[in-house]
């Protein structure tokens, strides 16, 4: 499998979780960034535990498309912010040198949050990128690319109530799903049930965990589970029972492994 934005906040996740489920790895390094001596030490603790470090750049259109013929899967993690480069969506560069190679089984465009197809409502600032990430999904599956979509919710990490899911959870879910028949042009929904939480139930680990009671003003609880069930999707620790996800109490108990 291929990374791209391997060395970001989920992708170095991915690499690492791709490395433990024993697939070849291969993460894309940039050719057009400044050195960053952080990401240089990323990259090379990479190799050492056996991934493989291709060069490539967004503005190199042959550097991707030969990137990409060494690879039988392709995950991109570029970032939100990121889609964007010059007013250029510039994953749909990367749909058109995977369309170009020809020989890709599976691609996972860089998604892992809310599902894009249920933000009709969405407001801005979120609008532009749920807009982006179908514009992006329209030209794979226009381009027959076979994909997985996976649909993170909340990575644990930054958000306090809904759908928690543990960072490193997300990318072992996600590399398991690149060689499933039953994940092809699929979404998969990441919703650990013991982590679908209210703020009020957020509120009882916190604490049990510090031992007394906060002072709090009551939250309407919302019925937000319903309606969930979609077709062309699938639920990942309901397809991955083997995975022992991170729950919101352990969670609680050492949030800062989130950010190492
Ligand atoms: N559900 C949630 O709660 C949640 C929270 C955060 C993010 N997300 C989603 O998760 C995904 C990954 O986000 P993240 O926070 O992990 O991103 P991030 O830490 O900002 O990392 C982005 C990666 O993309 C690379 N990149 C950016 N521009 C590039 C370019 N022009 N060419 C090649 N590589 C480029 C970066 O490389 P450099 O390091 O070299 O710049 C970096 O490796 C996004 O789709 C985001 O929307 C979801």
Redesign the pocket.
């Known amino acids: 499998m291929a990374g ?8 170095k996740r991915l690499v690492k979780a791709s490395l433990a489920q024993g697939h070849p790895t291969y993460v ?1 390094q ?1 050719l ?2 400044a050195v ?1 001596i952080e ?1 240089i030490e990323l990259l090379l603790s990479f190799k050492e535990q056996g991934a493989h470090l291709v060069s490539g ?2 503005d190199d259109h042959q550097s991707l498309v030969d990137a990409v013929k060494l690879v039988d899967v392709v995950i991109s ?7 964007r ?1 010059h007013h250029i969506l ?1 994953q749909l560069k990367l749909v058109d040198a995977i369309k170009e190679a020809g020989n890709i089984k599976r691609f996972l465009p ?5 599902d894009p197809a249920r933000m009709d409502n969405a407001m801005e600032p979120g609008r532009v ?1 749920f807009d982006d ?1 179908m514009a992006v999904r329209k030209a794979i599956q226009e381009a027959g690319i076979p994909f997985t979509y996976v649909s ?4 644990a990490g ?2 306090v109530g809904a759908i928690y899911v543990d960072e490193d959870d997300i990318a072992m879910y996600t590399i398991k799903t690149i060689d499933d028949p039953r994940t092809l042009n699929k979404t998969l929904y990441l919703r650990p049930p013991q982590n679908i939480l209210s703020q009020r139930e957020v509120v009882e680990i916190w604490e049990k965990l510090i031992g007394k009671q906060l002072q709090k003003s009551s939250i309407f609880k919302e019925e937000f589970l319903t309606n969930m069930k979609r077709d062309g999707a699938e639920e990942a620790s309901q397809l991955y029972p083997e995975i022992k996800y991170t729950t919101v109490h352990e969670h609680m108990k050492d949030p800062n492994h989130a950010l190492s």
């Open positions: 791209v934005g391997g060395t970001g906040y989920l992708g894309l940039r057009d960034d960053h990401k750049s967004f993690a570029i970032s939100g912010v990121h889609l480069s510039i860089s998604e892992f949050g809310t990128t990430k993170a919710n909340c990575f930054y958000f």
